[in-house]
């Protein structure tokens, strides 16, 4: 019986997982995403062309591998039936090897409302929503009221869809939000609505299963699954940088809630990370840079975001954060991602300890939010050259080996691969003797 590998995000997301999963489909024969929904933004580039998956896995583009949306992922059927045919426009069926959980919960038009409510309500204390209705959804699973991808296909989904909705359209009355004049994708809500009920014969397109049974078979015939993360750990319900998180697991525990395995099925852990740091949205990040150096990391590494378009913030990679991400996620391999975006730096620093109330320490605090931390950091010596036709670990320069090897022993985990380019062709991979 084959284990399941896992590929997660290891800081606050946008770090190059799904070019990553597209570089290593070959080696799988099942690509499965186990959690989050449209707000995640996997940008892949190969021939020239970007592609961008939201919902979809990014083992897509590998016709003869199946790809699965798992149990714990959420659909919005409108922005799902707009991915598949920006597919189709570029070649790509879909329908021919893409699976859908049964149990996956859909994302109603209301729950878009309600989250621009929310949003709304908190005023200054937002949280950065990508406004996709990702924490409605996943509210509603949690409160039991929730409808499924299995629903749409009873008698009586529509009596359903519009108990809740009816629901939501009270909650919206009562936090004072301006449903007259919300829109979705320019649309009022009635005519959105109209486009995501007719979406949802797309999704009937494709075959619908019980997804747990169909991964623990794989396994017992010994196929390879490659399960494919959302945003990463620092955005984890649970252990993120709460309440500026999402509203899902995404760390490799959400794997076996998300899929439907056991743990002792779980196999290879491959985290993903920056070679700096970046986020979307509000919340703390110890290390940004408010400074021209900050700016120059925005704009050579074009760190806007996949799904939202917002500049994200930049700053130093976070040792601290990325040795408790390893930790909770139980990383057995590293891929480090855009060291190219630095490389006409004379100089890059790397925070290793945090300074807390004049107290030093490597621990995320609970307070993560509320205190003060000063970042304290090793400052190493840029590579000053172009990364681009190296193909060969032990051919990239010494200095960049350097801060690598820092990385690899300040968190304890060995690095696999590194990522030099957008481009698929252009990761490195480490051979285990250097």
């Known amino acids: ?57 990014s083992g897509i583009f590998h ?40 149990k996956a919960h859909l994302i109603l038009p209301t729950h878009r409302l309600l989250d621009a409510a929310n949003e709304q309500a908190k005023g200054n204390a937002r949280i950065g929503s990508t406004l996709k209705g990702i924490g409605p959804t996943y509210t509603d699973k949690i409160a039991r009221c929730g409808l499924r991808v299995g629903d749409i296909l009873e008698f009586d989904f529509r009596e359903r869809y519009e108990m809740l909705k009816a629901q939501h359209l009270r909650t919206a009355q009562t936090l004072n939000f301006d449903i007259s004049n919300f829109r979705l994708d320019g649309l009022t809500l009635d005519q959105y609505e109209e486009a995501w009920l007719a979406s949802l014969a ?5 075959r619908l299963i019980g997804s747990e049974y169909f991964v623990n078979q794989c396994l017992r015939e010994g196929k390879r699954v490659l399960a494919e993360g959302a945003q990463a750990a620092m955005l984890d319900i649970d252990f993120g940088s709460y309440p500026f998180v999402t509203s899902s697991s995404t760390v490799t525990a959400g794997v076996c809630s998300g899929l439907g395995i056991p743990p002792s099925a779980v196999g290879r852990v491959i985290g993903i990370a920056k070679a700096y740091c970046t986020r979307v949205g509000a919340g703390p990040f110890p290390t940004e840079l408010f400074d021209q150096t900050g700016n120059r990391l925005c704009e050579l590494g074009h760190e806007y975001g996949s799904t939202t378009g917002r500049p994200r913030r930049c700053g130093w990679i976070d040792i601290p954060a ?42 995320i605090p609970f307070e993560y939010n509320a205190v003060h931390i000063d970042p304290h950091y090793e400052v190493y010596p840029g590579w000053c050259q172009s990364l681009a036709g190296i193909a060969n670990y032990a051919n990239l ?38």
Not at 68 to 75: A, F, M, P, T, Y
Not at 202 to 206: G, W
Not at 408 to 425: C, F, Q, W, Y
């Open 202 to 206: 797309t999704l009937k397109q494709f």
């Open 322 to 363: 990325l040795r408790y991400a390893c930790m909770l996620d139980g990383v057995t391999d590293l891929v480090i991602t855009k060291p190219d975006v630095m490389n006409d730096f004379e100089t890059i620093s790397m925070c290793t300890t945090y300074e807390i109330g004049g107290q030093q320490t490597d621990e």
């Open 63 to 102: 016709p003869d591998k199946i790809n699965l949306i798992g149990n714990g992922v959420i659909i919005e059927p409108r922005i799902f039936e707009q991915e598949v045919q920006a597919l189709t426009a570029k070649g790509v069926d879909a329908t021919k090897n893409l699976y859908i959980s049964k």
């Open 397 to 434: 320069p010494e200095n960049l080996r350097h801060y690598l090897g820092a990385i690899e022993h300040l968190t304890g985990v060995n690095i696999m691969a590194v990522s030099v380019s957008p481009d698929r062709k252009d990761v490195i991979f480490k051979p285990n003797n250097q």
């Open 1 to 57: 019986m084959t284990k399941v590998d896992v590929l997660l995000g290891l800081q606050w997301g946008d770090e190059g997982k799904g070019k990553i999963v597209d570089v290593l489909t070959p080696n799988y024969d099942v690509i499965a995403r186990f959690q989050g929904g449209p707000n995640a933004g996997h940008t892949l580039e190969f021939g020239g062309t970007k592609h961008v998956l939201h919902i979809i896995p």
